[in-house]
């Protein structure tokens, strides 16, 4: 038998989501979502597994399959949208690369827990035959197609996303075809110039034309069209491992994004102005009470690895546990009480990539427990809370920013924060045809947590030589022509380190003007000088940054590239023309693999809410 995996669709109604990644090489519950059908097929009789892809995706599926058994990746040739083959092309395409046989056609954005051994052999029995779930909501199968079967499991009516449907049975795009009757009937189909498009259309031709049986399957099944179903999707599987590793009970989700700094960067600690917004990449939290004394923690990026500690005694376990057991820590420390916890962490922020998926972790630990235990804490409060732990418990000492931003960040509106009386203003994010596309160099170099401690009191020595001439409590106090005046009286290192905190904070201010006239031009140079000031008077890149900074400038359509985040790898952020986004990808992506041998990652952000329960 042949399977046939449907992935070349662009997925329009997520993007700007899936503009850079197929949606079927997301992942959901710690792995890409093509993995669980992969998974499912594991103990069927199959001899090949072919992948139809696009061009514009082919690569990565390659690297996907890479030391994969049985799979076989097919490239349609299309490269956007429009010059799609459509479903049933797609499958005409494979078709026609392999001798005949039985076929398994599943579409690659079902994620499903039914077993399709006993579908298969449903199919064997009887003929061709298409997965069917009854839906509880009938106005669901609007979106679907809707299907009666007879007595005998044979389809009488059907037809794809009806208007007033009358029955709950849905078709699913899983299909098992017997040896002989799929080529004839797709060349059928598409010689009489139908629709190659929607996988049902064939479906509802078909079964005028040939025996057709439906098989229902009782088991959960997603559909993952839109991002609403992709969380539902994450915290569905989330909440069964949780059950799996530490058995029933009501369990609570929630979710956090992580953190892009638009600019103002090493300025929160020095009083000063930052303009961060929260993107669409998250961290996903089902927590449950246990009724112990004891707080469970397990990630999927960390797999087997569950950390405990007992409550009444939080000590430092050096995981990456330490940064949700500070929030239990400080809590206790405040005096608030609560009772023991499993929780489970599932995370598509990068770890260690620059976008503060440790600053998420904290904020929707301290969320949860806010929630779960009533301790009346208010919003406003969250971030500081968060920081604190962070500085006092697992020893970075971090500044406010990421903490503040994922708390109270508010859909397509960045924040300019006053980090000097943490006043703050929402700021419409209105780029009109430019995108913020945030490259991620895969690396982040050991140094970097010693190094920012180390700026931070290279900054505190510059504010103590400074007060001696100068009335401030912050560097962020200096004015341009104050610095002017008493820069001989600092050594060179830290004159460097505070000219730099000096004109981040000026350019922070203006970039926020820009963004609200929409003048990209300017925002465009102000990210460039911001980052010109963190390489040379900072010192907080690294070799990958100014590789990828530097190919990321050769594309036309760039205005401005920096580095974003503590520095010394992590991502950068770009902003650039949505028509020059494919070519961004395709060769900034190549030439920094080439000239680093690491391959980055990219994502067009969408500007989201802050940390909420789901
Ligand atoms: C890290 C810290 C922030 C901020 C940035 C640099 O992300 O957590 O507080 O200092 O670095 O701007």
Known sequence: MKVIILCAGYATRMYPLTLVKSKNLLQIAGIPMIDHIIEKLKRLPIDKIFVITNNKFFNDFQIWAKDKEKIVVLNDGSNSDKERLGAIGDIKFVVEKTEDDEFLIIAGDNLFEFDLIDFVNYGRKKGITIGIKRVEDINLIKKYSQVILDQNGKIIYFEEKPENPKSKDAAICVYYFPKGVLRKYLDDYLNQGNNPDMAGLFIQYLYKKVDVYGFVFENKWFDIGDINQFHYANFYLLSKKLEEKFGKGYIYFFIAPGRVNIIGEHTDYNGGFVLPFAVDRYIYLAVRKNNKKIANFMSLQFENDIVSVDIKNIKKTNTWADYPIGILWILKKQGYDFEGLDFIFESNIPIGGGLSSSGAIEVITLTALNNLFDLNIEKTRIPFICQKAENEFVGARCGIMDQFIIT???????????????????????????????????????????????????????????????????????????????????????????????????????????????????????????????????????????????????????????????????CLISLIHKDFVDEYIKKVGKNYKEKTGITPEFHVSQIVDGCLPF
């Open 408 to 570: 109270m960040a508010k859909k397509e509106n960045a924040i300019l924060l006053n980090c000097n009386n943490y006043q703050f203003e929402y700021i419409p994010v209105n780029l009109g045809d430019y995108y913020f596309i945030v490259s991620s160099t895969n690396v982040s170099h050991s140094i970097a947590s010693g190094q920012y401690n180390k700026r931070r009191a290279e900054c505190e020595e510059g504010l103590r030589i400074l007060k001696n001439y100068l009335n401030i409590k912050t560097l962020s106090d200096v004015k341009m022509e104050e610095f002017e005046k008493y820069k001989d009286k600092l050594p060179e290192l830290i004159r460097k380190r505070v000219l730099h905190v000096i004109s981040e904070n000026e350019r922070t201010k203006k970039a926020s003007e820009c963004l609200i006239e929409g003048n990209v031009k300017e925002l465009g140079e102000l990210l460039n000088q911001s980052h010109i000031s963190l390489r040379d008077l900072y010192q907080v890149s690294c070799k990958e940054v100014e590789i990828m900074r530097e190919e990321s400038l050769k594309i036309e359509g760039v205005l401005g590239t920096r580095i974003t985040g503590g520095g010394f790898g992590g």
